[in-house]
């Protein structure tokens, strides 16, 4: 079984920034992805960005260059750098890693308002 634990979410003003970070913990294959999504209320659960074990990237549309992840497989870490926040991106911000299963970490809000 795979645990992952996010920390870091919180409430920002419009054009602030916040990283969130999600360690992996369990039994663990080499070979995964690591990912965010978020869901915002009344919305499906959406893609924001993910990273395989060999660094590369997908994004959503709409958080290209403006959100950056990363992973540290040493520690089995993934962060989500959040720059230039808009009112938009206010949802719960959900750690995901896909090996042979899928899992999910519990959840971390974001709220981004003046």
């Known amino acids: 079984q795979v645990q992952l634990v996010e920390s870091g979410g919180g409430l920002v003003q419009p054009g602030g920034s916040l990283r969130l970070s999600c360690t992996a913990s369990?039994?663990?294959?080499?070979?995964?992805?690591m990912g965010w999504y978020r869901q915002a209320p009344g919305k499906q659960r959406e893609l924001v960005a993910a990273?395989?074990?060999?660094?590369?990237?997908n994004y959503a549309d709409s958080v290209k260059g403006r959100f950056t992840i990363s992973r540290v497989n040493a520690n089995n870490t993934v962060y989500l750098q959040m720059n230039s926040l808009k009112p938009e991106d206010t949802a719960v911000y959900y750690c995901?890693?896909?090996?042979?299963?899928?899992?999910w970490g519990q959840g971390t809000q974001v709220t981004v308002s003046s």
């Open positions: 995901n890693l896909k090996d042979l299963a899928n899992y």
């Open positions: 369990g039994r663990l294959f080499r070979n995964n992805v």
């Open positions: 990273i395989n074990s060999v660094g590369s990237t």
